[in-house]
């Protein structure tokens, strides 16, 4: 997996530490396109995908089209039904509460800009501040548009439109100026926007964006960029693993994994490193027995010297 934009470093310990992340979240996501273009750099035209542009995979397609708003209450149930798992009950989605907006299954609202204005191939220096834009101005239009106004403490999801930048693939990426998928902070929000984003009576301090999916081969350009494949789709990647992996930093689940330098700490046995993409991301790996028990979830078993313990 490619860095992603996490702006923190975490210092772990062994210690009795424990973040209480228990109860119900409610998630609002907002769904954004972009205008319309063919830039080479960029997977798709700007809007979202209706009807698969490529279909190679059959009924094995992971996260096939129409990608509306059905299908992100299904991407909701799919991360809530993963952490209601883990955690034993304790933390999960309120799915009553939670909205996908606009209200239409097939709308979403639209951006200024072309996708590859908001992550310009090698301008590292102002990637930052186009990710915080792109997000900024998502809320504001769904403000603007709709009267959009979350609760403080309601977990925002800008969804766009298009594929994420966060997988190392065997070969070239032909489209570098997708958009990786982005936890936005309140360091990112102040130094960039000045402030937390307010609108009306409600402050947004953290949100995440997030691709409509993780899958190539439902673009056109999968014809020329899995050419070469004889099995291009053992190369999909569902969104499951993403989502959870963005909404475990959006609660305060530690990175497992070297931010600054990319190493990977724990690998595939953890959420919170490289196991949010097991089973093509569509069966992440559990947060690991240090964060279950730092989230809450899990009390250890104390094992002193001279103790018998019996492993199941």
Partial sequence: MKRLYILFIVLMTCSTVSAQIIGDRVVKIIRVSFQEDDADGTTGNGDFLYTAE???????????????KTYFISQLKAVDNY????SYGKFGINLDNSRVYPDDNQ???????TMDSYHPYGEDDIYEQRLT???T?????????DGFEPSNDDLIVVIHAGI?????LPFLDPTPEDIPSTYVDVDMLQTYNNDPITIGNSTVEHGIILPETQNHLLYDIAESMFAGSATPCEYQFGLTGTFALMMGFAVGLPPLWDTESGQSGIG??????????????????????WT????????PAVVKPGTHVQLA
């Fill in 54 to 68: 490529y279909d190679t995979c059959g009924n094995y397609a992971v996260d096939p089209a129409p990608h509306d």
């Fill in 83 to 86: 952490f209601r798992n883990v």
């Fill in 107 to 113: 709308s979403s609202y639209m951006l200024s800009n």
């Fill in 133 to 135: 834009e792109l997000f």
């Fill in 137 to 145: 101005e998502a809320v504001e239009l769904a403000y603007s548009t």
């Fill in 164 to 168: 994420g930048q966060d997988f190392s």
């Fill in 268 to 289: 595939v046995f953890g959420l919170m490193d490289q196991g949010s993409n097991n089973g093509r991301g569509m069966v992440p790996a559990p947060p690991d027995a």
């Fill in 292 to 299: 279950r028990k730092y989230a809450g979830w899990e009390e």
